[in-house]
């Protein structure tokens, strides 16, 4: 979870990831967040994400994230 939160924070260091549970719900990541954190999680991770991806059940918090990551990976 650690590597996880450091890349989120290069995404947007604003935001407390350790407790968000609505970054796509509320909007709390922003379109250009977005699009900085599929290329941040290619970087990191080599997964490649396209727009149906981008779904709250899947990135409303880093835990879900964290989860999405390793099914990708799988």
Do not use: C, W
């Amino acid at each position: 979870m650690d590597r996880l939160i450091a890349t989120l924070l290069r995404v947007n260091p604003d935001i407390d990831y350790a407790s968000e549970n609505a970054l796509i719900s509320d909007h709390v990541l922003e379109s250009l967040d977005l699009i900085t954190l599929v290329y941040e999680l290619y970087s990191e991770y080599q997964i490649q994400l396209g727009a149906e991806d981008l779904t709250a059940e899947n990135f409303d918090s880093a835990e879900r994230i964290l989860q999405f990551i390793e099914l990708k990976r799988s």
